[in-house]
Each structure stands twice: as structure tokens, then as C-alpha cells.
T-cell receptor, first 114, second 112 residues
Framework: NAGVTQTPKFQVLKTGQSMTLQCAQDMNHEYMSWYRQDPGMGLRLIHYSVGAGITDQGEVPNGYNVSRSTTEDFPLRLLSAAPSQTSVYFC?????????????FGPGTRLTVL | GENVEQHPSTLSVQEGDSAVIKCTYSDSASNYFPWYKQELGKGPQLIIDIRSNVGEKKDQRIAVTLNKTAKHFSLHITETQPEDSAVYFCAAMETSYDKVIFGPGTSLSVIP
């Protein structure tokens, strides 16, 4: 199993550009989520999904869109990048089981918006 | 919504000493409390978790305690080693809501 994969590893954007961060998992997990990590702020939940076709907002959803057309993939779209979106982005996945909730994280995407 | 606070933000200990990280949460409905370790340049990885029907859980040198009444939970690492140096995150979740909310993290340095 590859686990949770994210592409790209690094990205530099100019203000106003759009891009999609890719996330895929091969563990048949129902639950997938996106976090951003900023110094001193921990991991803040952007959007999450409990299954194909279902998405919901987290703590900091503004400026980001998601979709979940398959169980495996959960892309994060930045429609018009802003310097405030400079961050490290992590995708995570887990089973939806009340007895087993471990989230598996990808290696992260470091995004810089100039 | 849930809010998780974590202290201290940085912690330095001598190798062999113990380290304690404390967290508080706000939503009394939260029932699952994981701890994650993040090494430099990597994604976080689960090291231990506890559910609200348990007061304490141990796994070798790591233990977690939960006080539901006070809404506190803590991570205890004994006999620390240099490889324990990392950033540690606590989190809280109400399992039917599917949202995991993280604390701001603690940077632990173990000095050889």
C-alpha cells in the first residue's frame, strides 16, 4: 500500500492564480480531510469528506473548494491564491468506525503564494 | 465548535527525564482524544489515543490520562530519548461529527 499520497511536494504561485492540490489513498478509507499547518497554529481543518459525493466545511474553508467523486481521491482547489494561503497542506484519511479512528497523513505540500 | 488548547508550546528535557504535555478541550461531547507526533518534514503520525470511557492508557514509555470532568488530557513520556524530539499534537473528536480538532502543538527537544 502506498498509503496517502500528495502532489506536488512544493509549489509557488502568484497572487490570483489557481491550482489543485492532489490527494489519493489506497486504503479504502471513507473519511478524508485537508489541513493547513502554520507556525504556532497547529493543524487547522479546511474541508472533510465522509464518503464519495459528500463534503463539508472545517474550521477555515474560505478560499478553498473540494470534491469527492471517488473513494480514493480528494483534491483541494485554490480558486484565486492569496499570500495568506502560504502554508503547508496535509491530506489525511481514516475509516469511519467508532472504534478505530486513526488518521493517516500524507507527506504534505508546501505552498508559497507571492 | 470544539476548541483545543495545548501547553507548553516548547519543552526541553534532559535525556532520561520525563516529559508532560497538557491539553484542554471545550466540547463535553468529545469522546476520542488522539496524540500525534510529527518529525521534521513529515506528516503527523498517531502514537497513542484514548476514549472517554477510559481514564488512562499506556504503551511502553508513553501514557495518556483523561479527566472528563475537567476536560483535561495529558501525554506522559518517560525515559526520554533523543529520537523523541519532535512536535506533538493533541486532538479531540466527537466520533459522530467526523471532525478532528487539533491543538497548536508542542515542540519537544530531548538533550543528550
Amino acid at each position: 500500500n502506498a498509503g496517502v499520497t500528495q502532489t506536488p511536494k512544493f509549489q509557488v504561485l502568484k497572487t490570483g492564480q489557481s491550482m489543485t492540490l492532489q490527494c489519493a489513498q489506497d486504503m479504502n478509507h471513507e473519511y478524508m480531510s485537508w489541513y493547513r499547518q502554520d507556525p504556532g497554529m497547529g493543524l487547522r481543518l479546511i474541508h472533510y469528506s465522509v464518503g464519495a459525493g459528500i463534503t463539508d466545511q472545517g474550521e477555515v474553508p474560505n478560499g478553498y473548494n473540494v470534491s469527492r467523486s471517488t473513494t480514493e481521491d480528494f483534491p483541494l482547489r485554490l480558486l484565486s491564491a492569496a499570500p495568506s494561503q502560504t502554508s503547508v497542506y496535509f491530506c489525511a484519511s481514516s475509516f469511519r468506525d467508532s472504534n478505530y479512528n486513526e488518521q493517516f497523513f500524507g507527506p504534505g505540500t508546501r505552498l508559497t503564494v507571492l | 465548535g470544539e476548541n483545543v488548547e495545548q501547553h507548553p508550546s516548547t519543552l526541553s528535557v534532559q535525556e532520561g527525564d520525563s516529559a508532560v504535555i497538557k491539553c484542554t478541550y471545550s466540547d463535553s461531547a468529545s469522546n476520542y482524544f488522539p496524540w500525534y507526533k510529527q518529525e521534521l518534514g513529515k506528516g503527523p503520525q498517531l502514537i497513542i489515543d484514548i476514549r472517554s470511557n477510559v481514564g488512562e492508557k499506556k504503551d511502553q514509555r508513553i501514557a495518556v490520562t483523561l479527566n472528563k470532568t475537567a476536560k483535561h488530557f495529558s501525554l506522559h513520556i518517560t525515559e526520554t530519548q533523543p529520537e523523541d524530539s519532535a512536535v506533538y499534537f493533541c486532538a479531540a473528536m466527537e466520533t459522530s461529527y467526523d471532525k478532528v480538532i487539533f491543538g497548536p502543538g508542542t515542540s519537544l527537544s530531548v538533550i543528550p
